[in-house]
């Protein structure tokens, strides 16, 4: 039986509350480094951890957003 193909309504929606996410989380980062200084070396021990987790999450979901540009076939070249 062959899977069915997702529907890329469904796809781009998904693309997009992971786009809302992705720029939240920067900013929440951005917002981070410049209240140390303007780099995580002045961090203390806890901004560090948060500024960390932050950073994770931010790459996890970049990951995601480049698995669905894989899946809807963007190109630049269009």
Do not use: C, W
Request: proline share 5%; no cysteine.
């Amino acid at each position: 039986m062959a899977q069915s193909q997702p529907d890329p309504l469904v796809l781009v929606q998904k693309y997009q509350q992971l786009v809302i996410a992705y720029e939240t989380l920067d900013h929440e980062i951005d917002h981070l480094i410049m209240a140390h200084g303007g780099t995580s070396d002045k961090m203390p021990p806890d901004a560090l951890a948060t500024y960390r987790q932050l950073a994770r999450q931010r790459d996890d979901i970049q990951n995601e957003m480049r698995e669905l540009e894989q899946e809807l076939q963007f190109d630049d070249e269009s």
